[in-house]
């Protein structure tokens, strides 16, 4: 079956620890996006990337990093700087013509001890 | 500065029922508009997408309208379900590089 994978589902961090998402596609997608959820809340864009070695930065970038090495792949990490990190994160792809639907993935929720 | 409205409050109504939810936007002149549902604790699912020149459109007993003066666009599920119960987003093309921009999204309630 094609689609979005991510993992793990929930996620517990330290205070001071990074942690890392991770988001894999099989859908032969260029384009992948990472977006944060806070309850009862939409989404705000995190960081995104339309190719492989080549991303930007969403709306709220800071106190987090990603890379693509791979177009499957496009892990993100929380930093130790992210001050509030609990949410639920959302990982998406979309081909990379106009207009771009969007296909996410189950998320994974972050929660801080 | 730029906004997507969604009825924060949750829409409950009974089954076989229209329900209809709004988007309004301000300050953005977006090519298309899309409609994701989301059930709680999973990721939205895409269902439909209306372009700036269309003014409706329909799959199955789903509608979306589209009206630029007003910056507004309505989903419609006609015959409703509880299986429909779901919280609702609206989509817009708003950032540069073809970025989605989501609205906070809208509760429907169907009772049976």
């Known amino acids: 079956d094609g689609g979005i994978t991510q993992s793990p589902k929930y996620l517990f961090r330290k205070e001071g620890q990074n942690v890392t998402l991770s988001c894999e596609q099989n859908?032969?997608?260029?384009?992948m996006y990472w977006y944060r959820q806070d309850p009862g809340q939409g989404l705000r864009l995190i960081y995104y990337?339309?190719?492989?070695?080549?991303?930007q930065k969403g709306d709220i970038a800071e106190g987090y990093s990603v890379s693509r090495e791979k177009k499957e792949s496009f892990p993100l990490t929380v930093t130790s700087a992210q001050k509030n990190p609990t949410a639920f994160y959302l990982c998406?792809?979309?081909?990379?013509?106009?207009?771009?639907?969007?296909?996410f993935g189950p998320g994974t929720r972050l929660l801080v001890l | 500065s730029q906004k997507i409205e969604q009825n924060s409050e949750a829409l409950n109504i009974q089954e076989g029922k229209t329900a209809t939810l709004t988007c309004n936007y301000t300050?953005?002149?977006?090519?298309?508009l899309q409609w994701y549902r989301q059930d709680p604790g999973r990721g939205p699912v895409f269902l439909l997408l209306?372009?700036?020149?269309?003014k409706e459109k329909r799959k199955e007993r789903l509608k979306v309208t589209f009206d630029t003066t007003l910056k507004q666009s309505l989903f419609h599920i006609t015959a409703s379900q509880p299986a429909d119960s779901a919280t609702y987003l609206c989509?817009?093309?708003?950032?540069?590089?073809?970025?989605?921009?989501f609205g906070g999204g809208t509760r429907l309630m169907v009772k049976p």
């Open positions: 859908l032969n997608h260029d384009a």
């Open positions: 300050n953005y002149s977006p090519a298309y």
């Open positions: 998406a792809s979309s081909t990379a013509g106009l207009p771009e639907t969007q296909y």
């Open positions: 989509a817009l093309d708003a950032h540069a590089g073809n970025m989605l921009t």
């Open positions: 209306i372009r700036e020149n269309e």
């Open positions: 990337s339309q190719i492989v070695n080549d991303f």
